[in-house]
């Protein structure tokens, strides 16, 4: 992986080339088959992939409704903030829709790199801020439009 081949993410779009730099030797490539699950809601999170290929369904646990699908990313789409904020646990669950392609990154090198090159780390920081901004709100939309269960009839 080069720093010419993040800088074509939609994701690190515009990030110095000295960063890109850092972050390619962090990146490896990724696969999951159509039905893998990817993240487990309150795992560790230690990672996050930048996909390339296929689409990953988004997913939360709702009490008494079960999991429900609160977004789906495609290629472009960055997979995976909860690794960079305490307690570094997955706040939702991914699972692939179809075959996916992505490029992995090791979340604790990547915390240390940003704690070496504060540049470094206020640029990640501020672009998955945005992230999980977006992300709730396409949550808290998705769950308020999801059906309710039925109440228990009463005896």
């Known amino acids: 992986m080069t720093a010419a081949d993040l800088a074509r993410d939609t994701f690190l779009r515009g990030m110095r080339t000295a960063d890109l730099a850092r972050?390619?030797?962090?990146?490896r490539?990724?696969?999951?088959?159509a039905g893998r699950r990817i993240i487990a809601e309150a795992e560790p999170a230690e990672r996050f992939w930048?996909?390339?290929?296929?689409?990953?369904?988004?997913?939360?646990?709702?009490?008494?409704?079960?999991?429900v699908v609160v977004d789906t990313l495609g290629p472009g789409a960055a997979l995976g903030w909860s690794w960079l904020f305490h307690p570094y646990?997955?706040?939702?669950?991914?699972?692939?829709?179809?075959?996916?392609?992505?490029v992995e990154f090791d979340g604790r090198l990547i915390r240390t790199l940003s704690a070496i090159d504060p540049a470094l780390g206020y640029e990640l920081t501020r672009r998955f801020t945005e992230l999980v901004v977006d992300r709730l709100q396409i949550a808290q939309?998705?769950?308020l439009e999801?059906?309710?269960?039925?109440?228990?009839?009463?005896?």
């Not at 490539?29 to 088959?33: H, K, L, N, R, S």
């Not at 646990?89 to 992505?102: E, H, K, P, Q």
């Open 23 to 27: 972050l390619a030797g962090t990146a």
């Open 29 to 33: 490539p990724a696969a999951f088959p």
């Open 50 to 67: 930048l996909i390339r290929e296929g689409t990953v369904a988004l997913d939360l646990r709702v009490p008494d409704r079960g999991t």
């Open 89 to 102: 646990r997955w706040r939702f669950g991914a699972t692939a829709l179809s075959d996916v392609r992505a």
């Open 141 to 143: 939309t998705r769950l």
């Open 146 to 155: 999801a059906p309710r269960p039925e109440p228990a009839p009463r005896p």
